[in-house]
């Protein structure tokens, strides 16, 4: 072995040399690029036989050490060179070989690659490949289809490719839980799975390191490289769950995927690709059990150099005429197809790349093998396509998503649209289904670098699947309502939604008669174009509406279909109908609010309700009323009506006590909504406080006292019988009344706490005489003061009286007395008069 290591690395240079510079092939005058070296050689002898027998005689006749591998068939036979060759010399052995007359065909076993070429993540919009062509944006109107079918979980999609990732969780269950495929590799160092062929096709990476590509190991000369986990992208195009919040979206979300792994480390083997076609498609593969489950499309995102090999492409025909529909990329080497295989194979769909825009992709094949043309993605104009990967640069690692470009991704939306096109159409021939896509295609836009060197035109979904349908009904009725269910998401109960519209059309050849619609569930019609009165017809390709409403009366999901029964085939035609019945609720807590006792005409510090919004709809508050000596200090529900709490919120109300009377009083927080059930009031209880005033005695009444005396104190009492201290502001004394003391405050204001009392002294000072009013009056916080005691006094006093006023003597004579005349002096007042002189002014009297 150890003469063999220059060989190798010779070989791989040679290669690579032819590779780069491009340099015409020996053989073939039309190949402008050679077929990778190889190590094996694939022999047809005429007669079936043991085949390790055959080495050494097909050694001799070939001049080269010759070693069996396997057997591909019964009569054919993979036999191993020393060391990888260039392709020339490996197809010079085989022409040798062919010259033997036990020998009926021999090829190299020519190794092929992924079409594709990796780049960074870098996508905003990856989308397009699946939207509607519009100008400047050409993707393949998957919406259209969908309208129609999103697959056939009967039929099986097979994927000729790298391997599968079946858990990743856009592709998870999108194959047979059953048969996942198979691993076809038989080259050990290829597999990388620590085995030949094995019913567990997932891709273990195909990462080339460079220790496996050193010189003398058996990948000498290959690319040192990251795993490219091309297998998954390529399923994830044709088939990644939809609607999944995921990831991506892939053509086909019914069919079950198969995967063949057939490439592996630096490519795959041209047998084990033939092998992979056939046991793709339920055909005997020497050695393995048969698959149960054939496929009707077979997706070939690779290829490689070269004329196309006699083997695979009697595979191809085998498959062809299971019915199988086989799709091949057109190479990625910016040249004519014809020097690509499987591209250049009889019998097979063959796809080149456009970018968004409708140009060929830069690097896309070309020329009068192409068949149509599909997104494939062109990173100078475009965001590529974005599809399921894992983010290993070796082993798997973690789910991920990265944009690719190449007709390996071209290949897998024609792939996917192929499926669904069977799923409406199962009857279709490949030659069918080939002429409905180029029939069907949009036409490349004005001045595409596509136009007459990329086939019919870029591949239309929408329109290839509905041409798929009515050929299969031209000559009978075929109802189609659409959309295929109706979502009405969530509704009041006893409410009405909106109406949405369903829309039945008469997809087929001959009138249609719709005979009855009937509805299950809490759904029921509502207008709509169709005429009420059934019977009614439906010419071909005419179409009607249906309007549909959801009126829910129970809580939660509810599910009823609508149904039609017509004459179409396949009546009746059911779409399902969903909706949720959602109730508004709405709790206060706490339950209750108990409020310390309060003065009245004070206000108290606030407490807080909480409102929950507690149904499954929105709460609409019509209005939050609060009773009793209670308002509303704040929080954060609404103040202004109607205003809407939404479901699972909720809100604060901040609430004082404010009483108006000294009493214990009650109050309630109500709710006005639009809950099912209202709302339980809260509870606001509260207790007034007050202060109060009293006076014992109501009046007081002094003896009569003699003016200028003071007479002796007597007491008031002064109490505050009321709940809440009195505040005294004042105390005032009118007439001739003055306050000597008593234990209530002499300086205010003064505060008399509640139940306590206190003593004012006051004495009677009259000034005058006669009847003496007074009043001691207290200001205070009672209401309506000011309040106070009446004082009551008579003032004492002597008087007199002298009558007459004058006296007149008359003439007198000087030195005789007169007659006496009489003076009376009276005591007329209160008290005795004292008289402490009497006195005459004039010496004369
Ligand atoms: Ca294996
Ligand atoms: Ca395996
Ligand atoms: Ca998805």
Known sequence: MNSSIPLRAMAALFFFTLMLLQVPAVRSADSATMPAPTDRLIVQMREPGAGAQLASTLAAVAG???????????????????????????????ERLRDDPEVLLATPDTLLFPAFEASDPLYQEYGWPLW???????????SRAWDLTQGDPNLVIAILDTGALLNHEDLIGRHLATNPGYDMLSDLARAGDGNGRDPDPSDPGDFVTSNEAASGQPLAGCTVSDSSWHGAHVAGIIGATANNARGIAGVNQSSPLLYLRVLGKCGGYISDIADGVRWAVGLNVSGLPRNPNPARVIN?????SGTCNSFLQQAINDANNQGAVVIAAAGNSNQAADTYQPANCGGTITVAAVGRTGWRARYSNYGPLVDLAAPGGDRSVDTQIFSTVNSGRTVPVNDSYSAY????????????????????????????????????????????????????????????????????????????????????????LGTASATQLLTLSNRGGQPLTASALQFSGAFRRQGGTCPNQFPFTLASEMSCTFGVIFNPDTIGQQVGQVLLTSNSVASPHSVPLSGEGLVAAATFSPAALSFAQQQVGTQSAS?????ASTGSAPLTIQGITISGDFV?????????????????QSCTLDVRFVPTTATRTRGLVSLSSNALAAAA?????????????????LALTFAPQIVGTTSPTQSITLSNPGSAPLSLEALSLTGDYERVGGSCATSFPATLAALASCSVEVRFVPTRRGTQEGQLSLFSNVPGGPYGVALHGNGLAPALSLTP???????????????????????????????????????AF
């Open 132 to 142: 509607a062509p519009a100008l400047g944006s050409y993707g393949i109107d998957l």
């Open 405 to 492: 470009q190449g007709t390996s991704m071209a290949t897998p939306h024609v792939a996917g649209v192929v499926s669904l096109m069977l799923a409406v159409n199962p009857a279709l021939t490949a030659a069918e289904v080939l002429s409905i896509l180029q029939a069907t295609a949009t036409p490349f836009p004005a001045e595409s670098s596509c136009i007459g060197l990329c086939g019919a035109g870029i591949l239309n979904g929408g329109a290839a699947v509905d041409a798929a349908t009515r050929r299969a009904y031209s000559s009978i009725a075929l109802a189609q309502l659409h959309p295929l269910s109706l979502h009405f998401g969530g509704q009041l």
């Open 632 to 648: 509303r200090s704040g929080g954060n529900c609404p103040t202004t009506f109607p205003a809407a709490l939404a479901a699972g």
């Open 607 to 611: 407490q807080r309700i909480t409102l």
């Open 64 to 94: 080269v050490e010759l070693s069996y591998i396997r057997a591909f068939d019964e009569d054919t036979h993979i036999f191993g060179l020393a060391q990888a060759l260039p392709h020339a010399e490996v197809e010079a052995l085989a």
């Open 805 to 843: 006023q004058q006296i007149h003597f008359g003439g007198q004579t000087v030195g005789s007395p007169s007659l006496t005349q009489t003076l009376i002096l009276s005591s007329t007042g209160d008290v005795p008069l004292q008289i402490a002189a009497l006195t005459l002014d004039n010496e």
């Open 681 to 697: 009031p809260v509870g606001l209880f509260g207790t007034g406080s007050a202060p109060a005033l009293g006076f014992n005695p």
């Open 300 to 304: 070939m995102s690779l290829g490689g």
